[in-house]
């Protein structure tokens, strides 16, 4: 009996490094086959749960699905009940659903106040709330005495996503102390070097992480993206192709060589490239973005305003697809759709430039002068003495009184 149990858990332990390795190059329905099986089993259920979180999260964007499993395993008796509380709280924290997932962190906490997991994510959502200062962030997890080094880095990953990337980098380092060969956390490290616009020292660690998971998409991809941002397009493009040698249907690889494509000026190639990636999937709003990047680059003006509205219903407020869908309505001279969009941007940047710009466009071809002039000297009040400010005045003024 003992033996028997020996050697399920090694096989199990061999399915569950299956199961990551598939993860971490994002084949997700291998990924999913494995943990189902797994946690069936009720094999290590935190970390398998965790894992599903992932692939439900980033592969299939339907945490709603994986929820409901989860309500479903509270009935078996078998599954620890704290263990399952986590990981609900988890999603519903994903979920935006914040004071949900507090209820559950705080349960989990008043049966074991030690829980750093539970204490972890209850920072994350009081942070969220407004209710936690950014000084006060996991403070009571020693980062030199903690031997939890996937702990470590989520939490280098919530600094990162915060804009913390001193304190991102700290805690990332303390976990590779403890698993210094990780492909995630040297590919993560590559990510944050980017943001940082060090883009030598981001394609070193996409190098050393390679050496551990040369067959990775998701690093290939990255370090496609790295030479794009060095506008080194064909060694993106290598990058890109290696990403899709490894799985064909890795969509963003097919967006990013379309970027690379269209820098190159081979705009239909691009193209064809963004409608592969929406044949896969229309779940991800940077595809419809890149897509009506490059229906705007084709002079496809009417469809490019398509995909960008296709791409804000998936993430509303994004500045860049907002701007991006402005300069088409000046493209096709709509300029109180022009208007309309200048004000969405203006609510959530009251000082970007873009807007103010095509704000100003739109009011002089509208023949709304009082508006126009009334627009500059609320944009003199952010930008006192701006040279360019001063003579864009003067030439629409000159181009208004010869009419």
């Known amino acids: ?84 509380l986590l990981r609900k709280g988890h999603i519903l924290y994903l979920q935006n659903k914040y004071d949900e997932a507090l209820n559950c962190f705080n349960e989990v906490l008043d049966n074991d106040s030690c829980d750093l997991w539970a204490y972890f994510f209850k920072c994350c959502t009081l942070h969220k709330l407004n209710e936690l200062k950014d000084s006060e962030l996991f403070n009571r997890i020693n980062p030199k005495n903690c031997n939890d080094d996937y702990l470590l880095f989520y939490i280098a990953r919530y600094f990162y996503d915060i804009g913390m990337y001193d304190k991102s980098f700290y805690y990332l380092n303390q976990s590779l102390k403890l698993k210094p060969k990780s492909p995630n956390k040297l590919m993560f490290k590559g990510e944050v070097f980017k943001s940082l616009e060090k883009y030598d020292e981001a394609l070193d660690a996409c190098n050393e992480a390679l050496k551990y998971n040369p067959k990775s998409p998701p690093l290939w991809n990255l370090k496609g993206i790295i030479y ?144 126009m002039l009334s627009t500059y000297d609320d944009a003199f009040k952010i930008y006192p003495d701006d040279e360019y400010l001063i003579k864009d005045k003067k030439e629409r003024l000159s181009r208004i009184n010869k009419t």
Not at 250 to 265: C, E, I, M, P, T
Request: glycine residues 2%.
């Open 228 to 371: 794009n941002k060095l506008k080194d397009y064909n060694n993106a493009i290598k990058c890109f192709d290696k990403t899709l040698e490894i799985n064909n249907k890795y969509y963003f690889a097919l967006a990013n060589k379309s970027n690379a494509l269209s820098r190159l000026g081979d705009y239909k190639s691009a193209l064809k490239l963004n409608e592969k990636a929406l044949d896969l999937t229309q779940d991800y709003p940077e595809l419809w973005y890149n897509y009506g990047s490059s229906l705007f680059r084709n002079e496809r003006f009417e469809e490019a305003l398509k995909a960008y509205d296709k791409s804000l219903k998936l993430s509303p407020n994004n500045i860049t697809t907002l701007s991006a869908k402005c300069e088409t309505l000046v493209k096709l001279k709509n300029f109180e759709e022009v208007l309309s969009c200048t004000e969405e941007i203006l609510k959530i940047d009251n000082e970007n430039s873009y807007a103010i710009d095509s704000k100003l466009t739109a009011l002089e071809n509208l023949n709304r002068y009082d508006e």
């Open 1 to 84: 009996m003992l033996l028997k149990k020996i050697f399920y858990f090694f096989y199990n332990h061999k399915l569950y490094n299956k199961s990551v390795d598939s993860l971490s190059k994002e084949y997700w329905d291998d990924a999913l086959k494995i943990s189902n099986i797994l946690l069936e089993r009720n094999y290590n259920t935190s970390l398998v749960l965790n894992n599903l979180i992932i692939i439900y999260y980033d592969g299939f964007n339907d945490l709603d699905s994986l929820l409901i499993r989860v309500e479903e395993l509270f009935l078996n008796e078998d599954y620890d009940y704290f263990v399952l």
